[in-house]
């Protein structure tokens, strides 16, 4: 399997997706069950143990295809941005029911009927995908009755257009290795979420985006408003010509601050100098 990055190639020592049949070389090949997630947000792991770091989340509604299942842990791959990895199994449901709704603001409450003083149920992250069986009120229902207030959901085609903003809702979050949600986030968590809520496709860690997102700035170049800064191992957002949005393990929180501070800060500390910046059309 030399050539290809495991994090988004299907592939194991033993098995391997169907679809790479006469391009990765296995001793057999597997067509994928679809499923999708059903808990607000689950971990994607490199291994089948609960001891391992957290490589990303996948969110509720999202749809996962799933190779191989032992143990408890499903092994596959993330429809959205091709992050493959171990889930739970029994977080995952393999009767689709196509979504009819996203969620559209960064943490909502599931409750069990229409009043938002019961206790709640759970919560569904910014992303989250739903089908809705009915409107009443101001409450939405799900087929297992439980409700989400209807003004945080949108159609699935509905879009945060200004994905700087959306990711400055974030700001004061924990920053949480791996994570994708309200709850916490790491640097690409973030702009990930903040992109895709735009309906811009991006993949899930530093060196792919720097690879594969927007057109380089030139060192010395004034910066705008969702230029992307990298380091080699960190991402962080431009809100302006000057002030850096970023998930970071120094404040452990998702902060803005002058871009001068942070990098003479990162120079010193931690990732050394800036590798690229990135300008993505606004």
């Known amino acids: 399997m030399t ?105 909502t409450f599931l409750y069990p009927g229409r009043s938002m003083k019961a206790p709640t149920l759970g919560a569904l992250p910014l992303g989250g995908l ?19 207030w209807a003004e945080h959901l949108g159609a699935p085609d509905t879009r945060l257009a200004d994905f700087v903003a959306t990711a400055e809702l974030y700001i004061g979050v924990p920053y949480l290795w791996g994570g994708k949600t309200f709850s916490g986030l790491d640097c690409s968590g973030l702009v990930q979420i903040a992109l895709h809520a735009a309906g811009r496709e991006a993949p899930r860690d530093t060196d792919m985006m720097q690879a594969e997102l927007g057109q380089p700035v030139p060192e ?23 002030r850096l949005l970023h998930a970071n393990g120094h404040h452990m929180l998702v902060v803005s601050e002058p871009l001068d501070v942070a990098r003479a800060r990162i120079a ?14 606004l």
């Open 3 to 107: 050539g290809f990055d495991p994090r988004r190639t299907p592939a194991r020592e033993d098995l391997a997706a169907a679809h790479l049949e006469g391009t990765v070389a296995a001793p057999c090949y597997v067509e994928g069950l679809r499923m999708r997630v059903v808990d607000e947000a689950i971990p994607l792991r490199s291994r089948p143990s609960p001891d391992c770091s957290l490589d990303t989340q996948v969110l509720f509604g999202e749809e996962v295809v799933i190779y191989d299942v032992e143990e408890g842990w499903a092994w596959g791959q993330i429809a959205s941005d091709g992050y493959v990895g171990y889930m739970p199994a029994d977080s995952l449901d393999a009767a689709l029911v196509e979504p009819s709704h996203r969620v559209m603001v960064p943490r």
């Open 130 to 148: 739903v089908a809705v069986t009915a409107i009443k009120g101001d409450f939405a229902f799900l087929a297992d009755g439980r409700c989400i």
């Open 220 to 242: 010395g170049a004034d910066l705008q408003r969702g230029d992307l800064v990298f380091w080699k191992g960190h991402v962080g957002m431009m809100q302006d010509e000057h």
């Open 268 to 281: 010193e500390k931690s990732f050394g100098p800036v590798t690229a910046i990135r300008r993505l059309a």
